[in-house]
């Protein structure tokens, strides 16, 4: 099955910091999905990306489909901003299967 | 607007006894769902997937079951509960080629 790497596993930054997450995946896909888990465990979608750029707020995305890889750019983070953030991709071909990464662990210190 | 139900929001159950979560979804037909678990401080593990009613996709072959009695309804269960079944279990649902998905609120369940 699909292979979906997440990196870095974890991030500690201070406030004000800009931070790149990245995400790789080892086959062709047609949904790729950013998340943000909050401390309470709710996923909160930040963008659904399956290619090309958008931009909310200090948050943008690019997913670069032909080459397997998604990143996610936080700038001017806050403490907010703590969490773990999550891809997760449906891969192209009929199955329906929602794979996660296994997240990165982002710690914004005040 | 499309909204996602799942309850409930913790559980604490003893080992052996049996375990029923639902998840609904309103506003939308035929959706995709999902039943997730998640450990405390991993990622997110794939339990089952539904693309229509009575129609169930297992990724883990444990103790748990689920079913789709109704179109926007997605029940997990289990026989009897295993220490290891404690952690985070988190419902999904998306529409094929309309977009992302989006989860419900989870439930903690604790087995003791």
């Known amino acids: 099955g699909i292979q979906v790497e997440q990196s870095p596993p974890d991030l500690i930054l201070q406030e004000g910091a800009n931070s790149t997450l990245r995400c790789n995946f080892s086959?062709?896909?047609?949904?790729l999905q950013w998340f943000h888990q909050n401390p309470w465990g709710q996923l909160i979608n930040l963008f659904y990306i399956p290619s090309g750029t958008k931009q909310n707020g200090r948050l943008s995305a690019t997913t670069v489909a032909t080459e397997r890889y998604s990143l996610l750019y936080i700038s001017s983070s806050q403490t907010t901003d703590s969490g773990v953030y999550f891809c997760a991709v449906v891969t192209q071909g009929g199955s329906e299967k929602l794979v996660f990464g296994k997240g990165t662990k982002l710690t914004v210190n005040p | 607007s499309q909204t996602i139900h799942q309850w409930p929001a913790t559980l604490v159950q003893p080992v052996g006894s049996p375990l029923s979560l639902e998840c609904t979804v309103e506003g939308t037909s035929n959706p995709n769902l999902y039943w997730y678990r998640q450990a405390a401080g991993r990622g997110l593990q794939l339990l089952f997937y539904s693309v229509g009613i009575g129609q169930i996709s297992s990724e883990v072959p444990q103790n748990l079951s689920a079913s789709r009695p109704q179109d926007r309804q997605f029940i997990l269960s289990s026989k009897k509960l295993l220490l290891s079944d404690s952690g985070f279990y988190l419902c999904?649902?998306?529409?094929?080629?309309?977009?992302?998905?989006?989860f419900g609120q989870g439930t903690r369940l604790t087995v003791v």
């Open positions: 086959d062709s896909v047609n949904n």
């Open positions: 999904a649902w998306r529409v094929t080629g309309l977009g992302g998905a989006f």
